[in-house]
């Protein structure tokens, strides 16, 4: 494996990794450069969550949005596979699972989803962005979820 490649698998991992293990948004956004302009962005309609479908800009907006996060979900046996990197690119595509809870309604679901790495020249994070069931977070914020879940 070329060390550019293994630069951005480590890089990935251990990003991963630390937001699995529910690391503080400022270890989160210790991935992210500094150097470069970075975002973070959860794909979905703003309507959905306070932290979806709109980009997170610049470090500050980073912290925001895992800051955002950890106040609204929490999460179980988050565990991630299938990464696939694009050394041209400089980007790291992966596949996350885990089981999510909404805290104020305490309901949970059963999530796979999908992170997009870029990374600048020092394997810092740019852009993370996220492709994950804005429907079911929708819901649990609600307190529907179980109306509609077969669970």
């Known amino acids: 494996m070329n060390s550019s490649r293994q630069q951005l698998l480590d890089a990935a991992k251990c990003l991963c990794d630390d937001f699995g293990q529910k690391k503080s948004p400022e270890i989160i956004l210790s991935h992210f450069s500094v150097t470069h ?8 309609l703003p309507a959905f969550a306070p932290f979806l479908g709109r980009p997170f800009k610049g470090r500050e907006g980073v912290l925001e949005y895992f800051s955002a996060i950890a106040s609204f979900l929490t999460y179980e046996n988050m565990r991630f596979s299938e990464y696939f990197v694009d050394t041209e690119a400089r980007r790291v595509s992966v596949k996350g699972e ?19 790495l870029d990374f600048d020249d020092e394997s810092s994070v740019t852009s993370y962005q996220v492709w994950a069931d804005t429907g079911a977070a929708y819901l649990a914020s609600k ?6 879940s077969s669970d």
């Open 37 to 44: 302009p970075c975002m973070a962005l959860e794909h979905g």
């Open 98 to 116: 885990a089981t999510f809870t909404w805290i104020t309604t305490k309901e949970s679901w059963d999530e796979t989803f999908t992170y997009v």
């Open 143 to 148: 307190g529907q979820l179980k109306e509609v």
